[in-house]
């Protein structure tokens, strides 16, 4: 059973982070981030240079200073 939540994506309208590398083979980025930037109106994209689906493990640095950059 699946659900296409898609349609919903351009109706959110709060301040929303995406942090994503661009090495992330699970969830290529072209398919899944670029894509998202385009769906919702109020996401901001981050991409991790060589960042791969681990991302917040293998960068994290990078992501806790994109994730404080965006809350503050």
Known sequence: WET???AD???LDVPMLCVQGDADRVLPYPK???RLAG???N???DVI???PH???????DQVNSA???FIS
């Open 32 to 34: 899944t981030g670029k």
């Open 67 to 69: 994730l404080l950059k």
């Open 49 to 51: 240079e060589d960042g």
């Open 54 to 60: 681990a991302i917040c493990w293998t960068h994290a």
């Open 43 to 45: 996401l901001q994209l």
């Open 39 to 41: 769906m919702i109106k």
């Open 9 to 11: 994506l351009p109706r």
């Open 4 to 6: 296409d939540f898609r």
